[in-house]
């Protein structure tokens, strides 16, 4: 990062193979939606490319193009709830992953669903520690806060996740 932050731009080729999967992923576990995903990814990029002089040195790579991939994501769902006013209803969210999802296993599926039903802060959380496998100190500092309140805000996550499964599993 440090050759791209002093003018060499084509060694954010490097960045880009190396995180470009990883970004991609978690951005489509947010938005379950691929293609929005694959637009999200390319947004956070470009970003990496303009703000490079806001990476610090001595700070981790990966928590600062966490960190911009939340702010590309929240950005985008912001700009579409201004311009028609119309957020994502969790319950239709939740049928749209049922009907596209590719998994075929059912329980993979009442998951994902499950998964859409949390709050964007718990979803954000479980992406994070539990798609993505980054560590709470990572974690932490990407949502700008301590290690300790991330483990229990994951903690209440898992349990919220649960509910939803089982609620669901009945039906």
């Given at each position: ?138 974690v932490a500092v990407i949502m700008n806060t301590t290690v300790a309140n991330i483990k229990v805000k994951v903690h209440r996550a898992i349990g919220k996740l649960r509910e939803h499964y089982f609620e669901l599993e009945k039906n």
């Amino acid at each position: 990062m440090e050759a791209v932050k002093n003018g060499e731009l084509q060694q954010a080729s490097y960045l880009f193979d190396r995180y470009h999967k990883r970004i991609f992923n978690f951005l489509r576990q947010l938005s379950n939606d691929t293609m929005l995903a694959e637009d999200l990814t390319q947004n956070v990029f470009l970003r990496l490319i303009k703000y490079r002089n806001s990476y610090r040195e001595g700070n981790r790579f990966q928590s600062w193009i966490y960190q911009m991939a939340r702010n590309v994501f929240a950005d985008h769902y912001q700009s579409i709830k201004n311009k028609a006013s119309n957020y994502v209803d969790v319950e239709k969210m939740s049928d749209h992953i049922s009907d596209t999802e590719d998994s075929p296993d059912e329980r993979e599926q009442l998951l994902h669903r499950s998964l859409a039903k949390l709050n964007e802060e718990q979803r954000e959380l479980l992406v994070l520690t539990r798609f993505q496998h980054l560590k709470y100190e990572e974690v932490a500092v990407i949502m700008n806060t301590t290690v300790a309140n991330i483990k229990v805000k994951v903690h209440r996550a898992i349990g919220k996740l649960r509910e939803h499964y089982f609620e669901l599993e009945k039906n």
